[in-house]
C-alpha cells in the first residue's frame, strides 16, 4: 500500500494534477491499483460544467497514465529524483461508460501488457463502485532526463 506521500516520491505531478490519492495493490511488473477520491473542491469543475460537475474524461485518462506510471516506476525500481520521467506516449482503445462526478472514489487499474526499449503498454481501466467508467490502453515512455 502507497499513501499519498510515497506516491508523491514516483510521480513527478502536484496539485491540482495529482491524480492518484492511494495505491491499494502492486505486484511489480503486472498490475496495480489505486483510487482517486473525487471531490466538489476540484479545480477542474470550476470550468467544466460547474451547474452539473462531470469530471473530464481527460482527467480519468490522466490518472490510468499516473497510476501507471507508478508502476513503471516500481517495477525498474527507479524514480523521478533519479533522472527519469514516464511520458504519456498514446493511448488506443479509449471507452467512456459512465459519469464520474464528486463523492464518487474512481478505482483505477493498470496492468503491464509488453515493455520494449523503454516503450510501456499498459491497459487500464477506471471504475466507481464496481462499474465500468473508463478503459484504455495507454503507452509510456522513459525518459532519461
Not at 490510468?64 to 524514480?79: D, H, P
Not at 474512481?106 to 463502485?129: H, T, Y
Request: hydrophobic share 45%; net charge neutral; aromatic share 10%.
Amino acid at each position: 500500500m502507497m499513501d499519498v506521500q510515497e506516491i508523491r516520491q514516483y510521480l513527478p505531478h502536484r496539485y491540482p494534477f495529482l491524480l492518484v490519492d492511494r495505491v491499494v495493490e502492486l505486484e511489480e511488473g503486472k498490475s496495480i491499483k489505486g483510487y482517486k477520491n473525487i471531490s466538489i473542491n476540484e479545480e477542474v469543475f470550476n470550468g467544466h460544467f460547474p451547474a452539473m460537475p462531470i469530471f473530464p474524461g481527460v482527467m480519468i485518462v490522466e490518472a490510468l497514465a499516473q497510476v501507471s506510471g507508478i508502476l513503471g516506476f516500481k517495477t525498474l525500481g527507479q524514480k523521478p529524483e533519479d533522472g527519469y520521467l514516464y511520458l504519456f506516449a498514446g493511448i488506443d482503445n479509449v471507452r467512456f461508460k459512465r459519469q464520474v462526478v464528486p463523492g464518487d472514489r474512481l478505482q483505477l487499474e493498470s496492468e503491464v501488457v509488453s515493455e520494449r526499449r523503454g516503450i510501456w503498454k499498459f491497459s487500464g481501466k477506471a471504475s466507481v463502485d464496481g462499474e465500468l467508467a473508463a478503459a484504455a490502453d495507454i503507452l509510456c515512455a522513459v525518459k532519461k532526463i
